[in-house]
């Protein structure tokens, strides 16, 4: 199988400008998470998408979006962005069962903001 | 609030020694630990977990120990090898599906 596919990889931006980042999970997974890694904050929760639902989200600012499409394939958006947006944004898909903690990481698309 | 930390942000130890990576949580609801490791340019990486109700899990050359009475999570590597260095994460679960709450990390060193 597949392992998580996330696109792109790298990217630069500048402030104000927005993004969209593109998760595509392992066949069969439903579940898709978002989180954000940053040397100071560390691994936080962005959100989740289940059955194309979001399910649970974290403390972000109403700028991070995200949705997910019936194939299960999941997209991020980031708009008017901040210099402190720039991070590692980490993807992980699962198949979707509760309290498992079992995620299946992709090797993140780095977005940095000038 | 609740939190998720480690003990020791870096952690050196010599090939074919035994590592210990504590991690303390301070919230007895979770439903599940986790272990992660991330190695450099890589997304985590599933360990192993264990459920509340556990005191202790094995796997292949790792063990996980939950004491609930201290809330205290850690993670033993028998035999330590180059490959073993990374930076290890425990994360929790609470109140349901896949919202993981992940701690600082600590970064283990092999020394060959």
């Known amino acids: 199988k597949a392992g998580v596919t996330q696109t792109p990889r790298y990217l630069i931006k500048t402030r104000g400008q927005q993004v969209t980042l593109s998760c595509s999970p392992i066949?069969?997974?439903?579940?898709v998470s978002w989180y954000q890694q940053t040397p100071g904050q560390g691994l936080q929760f962005l959100f989740e998408?289940?059955?194309?639902?979001?399910?649970n989200k974290g403390n972000f600012p109403g700028r991070f979006s995200g949705r997910q499409f019936s194939n299960s394939r999941s997209e991020m958006n980031v708009s008017t962005l901040e210099l402190g947006d720039s991070a590692l944004y980490l993807c992980?898909?699962?198949?979707?069962?509760?309290?498992?903690?079992?995620?299946?990481f992709g090797e993140g698309s780095r977005l940095t903001v000038l | 609030g609740e939190s998720v930390g480690l003990h020791l942000p870096t952690l050196s130890v010599q090939e074919g020694d035994n590592s210990i990576i504590n991690c303390a949580y301070s919230?007895?609801?979770?439903?599940?630990f986790i272990w992660y490791k991330q190695e450099s340019g890589k997304g985590p990486q599933f360990i192993i977990d264990?459920?509340?109700?556990?005191d202790k899990r094995q796997g292949q050359r790792v063990t996980v120990l939950l004491n609930k009475t201290v809330k205290h999570l850690s993670l033993q590597i028998a035999a330590t090898q180059p490959g073993d260095s990374a930076v290890y994460f425990c994360?929790?679960?609470?109140?349901?599906?896949?919202?993981?709450?992940f701690g600082t990390g600590t970064k283990l060193q092999v020394i060959p």
């Open positions: 264990i459920r509340s109700n556990m």
């Open positions: 998408y289940f059955s194309e639902t979001q399910r």
């Open positions: 992980a898909s699962n198949e979707g069962a509760a309290n498992t903690g079992e995620l299946f």
């Open positions: 994360a929790e679960i609470k109140g349901g599906y896949q919202k993981v709450t």
């Open positions: 919230n007895s609801a979770s439903d599940y």
């Open positions: 066949s069969g997974h439903r579940s």
